[in-house]
């Protein structure tokens, strides 16, 4: 039989009318509160009709070694009251009792309500602000990003990842900043009567959260491990476990200073150090080994996809001769050209919104004969949500005209037809010869191509057959 | 606190103030409000515990030994004030009461 449990502990700090009646119901079911925190820990007991009662020590602290005299104090005058300490944790205080006339331990309303602002100001207010802000810098970053490069952001998993998890974390603090307020403005009012207001139960809330932020993150690696990008599955990973791994690194250190018997002072300032360090040297490390595995140090080199390749030096660089399936080769536009050198690549990312395709095919580096057989480069942008199709493709075009100054060309529209299109422009010189670069648009697909030649009718129409879709 | 900006006490501030004429701890105040009042206040302890802070905040009361979890308070010369205040406030309540209700002439 299971004498012990853990639960997340998903309710707002200040709500301790909902959480006072869910640990009477867990008494009712002979569950216990062990401990209080994160999680909270319960051991098996007869079941008991027992009444909770959750009070805020403003002058408390996670980081204290045990129970303060002013914390001591209060359990004093609760015993005398007939109230036992189940668990604390920093402000809160949970206490219990059987007596069913036992003296509630607030019997004054508005000192309450104060009581538990006094304790919010110091600890919810500043949580919330935090992640507020948080949310709001990094919302501000990748919005902008999804604005002004709507091509590449939006079909980057990890950027509406990281705006679905912000969204969702700036709604919870907002929300719960609200709730609160509203229930502060209430219950003062009751106050003045001399009445109790129970707290908002704010549990649906963020059970919700929770569990949006679940989905988040599992689609979020779903998405990224499904579409072969194997460098961001294991960012991904490196995230989770740094997350993880400063979490719990922090409170272990955080409690062993406690059993040590540190001051408060000395225990805060080891803990913040103690996340400050790990937070750099994680990051460090997974920097590294991204850079090692994804890599500019290392180009060409791509996780999971380097088995069985060839790989050659260039420039004191590894390079790996790909031979990935790409749907238009220099083959079926020239002809045989009797070269084996080809190297083709093929990389992609996608979302609900937007997926994108980067392909190409060029003479191994370190091939002499190289120099003398074309290449052939092609990104492929499918908008899945029409609406987002002209925002694409003028980000596609500021890309096409960019530099356009320095280099003297000019990108103008030409004749669709011959491509089967519905437009296409061309970067043109100033004397009219072509840089052999366009930006195409069939329906909601959007490709760049650039060739090393001008290619012909009958090539544009292959062109057309090969990557239009239609 | 909130109250002391209205210039009025509840019940329970009143009491505990009282109770600090003398020097006395926080459990003595639990065991005498009930005492003096023949069991129509009693005091939370969670509610004496904040109520004791924010007077010592407040300056109207001190703190006179502190023996580990064992502190001892007493009033300072403003709470003596602020209690005498109340005693006031709610004495002319009394005495209009005693004039409209009850017939008797103002002193």
Request: hydrophobic share 40%; proline share 4%; with cysteine.
């Given at each position: ?21 869910h640990?009477e ?12 925190g994160?999680?909270m820990?319960y051991?098996?007991m007869e079941?008991?009709k ?12 996670v980081?204290?070694?045990g129970?303060t005299p ?9 015993a ?7 668990a604390?944790s ?33 600890t ?15 919302l501000?970053?990748k919005?902008?990003?999804?604005i ?22 700036i709604?919870i ?5 609200g ?10 009012q ?10 908002t139960?704010?549990?649906p ?13 599992v689609?979020y ?8 990008n194997g ?11 740094i ?21 408060r002072r ?22 590294g ?10 180009a060409?080199?791509?996780w ?6 060839e790989s050659?030096e ?33 990389d992609?990312?996608?979302t609900?919104l937007?997926s ?15 120099n ?23 980000d ?12 003297g ?7 669709p037809?011959?491509w ?7 970067r ?6 072509s ?12 490709v760049?191509?650039?060739l090393d ?8 129409a ?9 | ?5 209205y210039?009025t006490?509840t ?32 005091v ?12 010592l905040e407040e ?15 007493i009033?300072t ?17 009394a ?7 009850k017939?008797?002439k103002?002193?």
């Amino acid at each position: 039989m299971k004498t012990k449990k853990a639960e997340l502990m998903v309710r707002s700090f200040w709500d301790h009318s909902g959480l006072e009646q869910h640990l009477e119901e867990m008494a009712a079911q002979g569950w216990m509160l062990d401990r209080i925190g994160s999680l909270m820990h319960y051991r098996r007991m007869e079941p008991a009709k027992l009444r909770f009662c959750i009070t805020y020590c403003a002058n408390a602290s996670v980081y204290d070694p045990g129970p303060t005299p002013q914390e001591q104090e209060l359990q004093e005058y609760s015993a005398f009251a007939g109230w036992t300490l189940a668990a604390s944790s920093g402000q809160m205080q949970v206490y219990y009792t059987d007596q069913e006339d036992a003296i509630p331990l607030e019997t004054d309303p508005l000192m309450e309500v104060e009581n538990i602002h006094k304790t919010a100001k110091k600890t919810v207010f500043v949580q919330d602000l935090i992640f507020l802000l948080l949310g709001l810098f990094w919302l501000g970053i990748k919005g902008w990003e999804c604005i002004t490069d709507p091509a590449e952001s939006l079909s980057d998993p990890t950027t509406l990842g990281t705006l679905a998890i912000y969204c969702v974390l700036i709604v919870i603090c907002l929300a719960d900043l609200g709730a609160y307020l509203r229930w502060r403005g209430k219950a003062l009012q009751a106050a003045t009567q001399g009445e109790f207001l129970p707290t908002t139960d704010m549990f649906p809330l963020q059970a919700w959260t929770l569990a949006a932020v679940t989905l988040c993150l599992v689609l979020y690696a779903a998405t990224i491990l499904t579409s072969g990008n194997g460098s961001s599955f294991i960012a991904f990973l490196l995230g989770a476990v740094i997350y993880l791994g400063t979490l719990f690194l922090v409170l272990q250190v955080r409690n062993a200073l406690k059993r040590g018997g540190a001051s408060r002072r000395m225990n805060a300032a080891v803990s913040i150090g103690v996340t400050a360090v790990c937070a750099i040297v994680f990051t460090g490390l997974a920097v590294g080994a991204i850079l090692h595995i994804g890599t500019p140090g290392r180009a060409g080199y791509r996780w999971g996809r380097e088995e069985n390749l060839e790989s050659y030096e260039f420039h004191t660089q590894i390079r790996y001769a790909y031979q990935d399936a790409i749907p238009l080769r220099v083959e079926d536009l020239l002809g045989d050209l009797h070269y084996d050198g080809y190297v083709t690549e093929r990389d992609s990312q996608g979302t609900f919104l937007v997926s994108r395709e980067e392909m190409m095919q060029y003479p191994r580096l370190d091939d002499p004969a190289g120099n003398e057989v074309p290449s052939l480069e092609y990104t492929v942008v499918s908008v899945h949500f029409p609406l987002l199709t002209d925002a694409c493709q003028e980000d596609m075009l500021e890309d096409l005209r960019h530099n356009a100054d320095v280099f003297g060309f000019m990108v103008l529209d030409t004749d669709p037809a011959p491509w089967g299109a519905d437009a296409v422009w061309e970067r043109i010189n100033q004397d009219g010869t072509s840089w052999n670069q366009y930006l195409i648009r069939w329906g909601n697909k959007l490709v760049r191509l650039e060739l090393d030649w001008t290619p012909d009718e009958a090539q544009k129409a292959m062109i057309a057959e090969k990557l239009s879709g239609r | 606190m909130p109250r002391l900006k209205y210039k009025t006490l509840t019940e329970q501030m009143f009491y505990i103030l009282l109770c600090l004429t003398e020097e006395r701890r926080g459990m003595e105040i639990l065991k005498l409000v009930p005492e003096i009042t023949e069991g129509r206040v009693s005091v939370g302890s969670a509610t004496l515990y904040n109520l004791l802070e924010s007077f010592l905040e407040e300056g109207l009361i001190r703190e006179t030994r502190a023996e580990g979890r064992w502190r001892s308070y007493i009033l300072t010369k403003a709470g003596e004030d602020r209690l005498g205040e109340e005693y006031q406030r709610i004495s002319a309540q009394a005495q209009d009461y005693r004039i409209y209700v009850k017939g008797e002439k103002r002193e």
